[in-house]
């Protein structure tokens, strides 16, 4: 029952950066029965597609190969909120960009890019990268 909220998308150049934010409503601190938290993006005539995710449990982090190296993934734990830094932003990383929490430990190491290890998602917010 908590509400993700997603925030700080907007239109940006070829090149630029972009930081989004999700907010975790209605608690502080840890949130029980979350395993991993990510990001999706989905694009018109695209499936959703898993492109970065934070494991709870000792932080590690998991990259989609078009974003590894220019997106990096963070959390706050006492703000409840996730991060995306986005840099060297290209027309192809143009989305709608989702966070999402999921609730399975096995399935969010084995699968953290997945669309289906995730059963908690926000409303999205507009990435849009042009000249």
């Known amino acids: 029952r908590v509400r993700l909220v997603e925030s700080g998308g907007g239109s940006v150049q070829p090149g630029g950066s972009l930081r989004l934010s999700c907010a975790a409503s209605?608690?502080?601190?840890?949130?029980?029965?979350?395993?991993?938290m990510a990001w999706f993006r989905q694009s018109p005539g695209k499936e959703r597609e898993g492109a970065a995710v934070m494991i709870i449990s000792g932080g590690s982090t998991y990259y989609a190969d078009s974003v590894k190296g220019r997106f990096t993934v963070s959390r706050d734990y006492r703000k409840n909120t996730l991060y995306l830094q986005m840099n060297d932003l290209k027309p192809e990383d143009t989305s709608t960009y989702y966070c999402a929490h999921g609730a399975s430990s096995r399935s969010c190491r084995a699968a953290p890019l997945v669309r289906d290890t995730y059963n908690y998602w926000g409303s999205g917010i507009q990435v849009t990268v042009s000249s």
């Open positions: 209605g608690t502080t601190g840890y949130i029980a029965g979350v395993e991993c």
